[in-house]
């Protein structure tokens, strides 16, 4: 009889739970195995599902590394609720503000309403130390953590702090933020070294030996065989012209402020990288046209670079 009624009661809670669907989270992780490490196991992703007109698509991302704004919810333990990785899974997140980098295990879909990146529970958004604030810009990394610390979460503690982000990289990942474009904008002339106006300053001195050979010519005025190597002077100039002919097209992944993370982008998306001053870009290429560009950059898009994008390079 007991078991019985203990059948009752969890049947009647998992109603309830059912039946208050009117908070703005899906849950779509399963709950009755939350001990031990079956808990973490299967992993769901489910179905695709709109939020204010976007459609958004559940995708399992290894690398999945963003960028955007946490918001609070009454969650339990130290978890979140996110729109398209995989229940349950494991990121760090990184406050913006003070640099502050916590673990969290995220069980269920969110947020269902506005453009927040994440959303935190209570106790996640106490030791991530957002205080009073409605909103905090945060980093998403997406991590594969150790037992011991999976088994901290599933039993709704917390995971030892992590170390601080630095000052620089804080800097670098606030311009990425999606509020203020003009960062971005303003960040890319450092990647746009490559741009082909350092090739037209070239093509000026090109008038240069068409002077030389007026030289030459009234030099040789005494001899008719001279004007012969002015008309070979002309072609100098055509290695100026051959220059634009070996730009192409790349799909440029990003720029890391490390060689390490710009080798993990590289890697996971058959890039190269390249030192841009005090960066470390990535890109794939080159591509013969802008439809093969196109679906190199769909691919690297595909993988969780959703900032990547076609740039022509000499």
């Known amino acids: 009889m007991k078991s019985a009624a203990s059948w009752i009661a969890v049947s009647a809670a998992v109603v309830l739970t059912a039946c208050g669907g009117a908070n703005a989270r899906i849950s779509a992780a399963p709950v009755a195995s939350s001990a031990g490490p079956a808990g973490d196991y299967p992993m769901v992703l489910g179905d695709p599902f709109v939020v204010d007109g976007v459609t958004y698509t559940p995708v399992d991302v290894m690398n999945y590394d963003s960028v955007g704004y946490a918001s609070v919810a009454g969650d339990e333990g130290v978890s979140g609720a996110h729109r398209t990785l995989p229940l349950p899974s494991y990121v760090e997140v990184t406050s913006l503000e003070s640099g502050r980098t916590i673990l969290v295990r995220l069980t269920q879909r969110g947020p269902m309403q506005g453009k927040d990146l994440v959303s935190l529970s209570a106790a996640a958004w106490a030791q991530l130390g957002a205080g009073a604030d409605s909103r905090v810009a945060v980093r998403v990394r997406r991590v594969n953590p150790p037992e011991v610390e999976r088994a901290l979460l599933r039993g709704g503690m917390q995971a030892p702090a992590r170390m601080d982000t630095p000052a620089g990289l804080l800097?670098?990942?606030?311009?990425?933020?999606?509020?203020?474009?003009?960062?971005?904008?303003?960040?890319?002339?450092?990647?746009?070294?490559?741009?082909?106006?350092?090739?037209?300053?070239?093509?000026?001195?090109?008038?240069?030996?068409?002077?030389?050979?007026?030289?030459?010519?009234?030099?040789?005025?005494?001899?008719?065989?001279?004007?012969?190597?002015?008309?070979?002077?002309?072609?100098?100039?055509?290695?100026?012209?051959?220059?634009?002919?070996?730009?192409?097209?790349?799909?440029?992944?990003?720029?890391?402020?490390?060689?390490?993370?710009?080798?993990?982008?590289?890697?996971?998306?058959?890039?190269?990288?390249?030192?841009?001053?005090?960066?470390?870009?990535?890109?794939?290429?080159?591509?013969?046209?802008?439809?093969?560009?196109?679906?190199?950059?769909?691919?690297?898009?595909?993988?969780?670079?959703?900032?990547?994008?076609?740039?022509?390079?000499?």
């Not at 904008?185 to 450092?190: F, N, R, S, W």
């Not at 890697?267 to 190199?296: E, I, M, Y």
């Open 171 to 314: 800097a670098v990942l606030k311009r990425k933020l999606p509020g203020p474009v003009a960062p971005l904008t303003a960040a890319m002339p450092a990647a746009a070294i490559d741009a082909p106006v350092a090739p037209i300053p070239k093509a000026t001195p090109t008038a240069k030996p068409v002077t030389k050979p007026a030289t030459t010519a009234t030099a040789a005025t005494p001899k008719p065989p001279a004007p012969a190597p002015a008309a070979t002077a002309p072609p100098k100039p055509e290695p100026a012209t051959a220059a634009p002919a070996a730009k192409g097209l790349y799909v440029q992944i990003g720029a890391y402020s490390t060689r390490q993370r710009a080798e993990a982008a590289a890697s996971a998306t058959g890039g190269t990288v390249a030192s841009v001053g005090k960066l470390f870009r990535v890109r794939s290429g080159p591509h013969n046209d802008r439809g093969q560009a196109d679906r190199a950059l769909a691919k690297v898009r595909a993988a969780g670079y959703a900032d990547a994008k076609v740039v022509s390079a000499p």
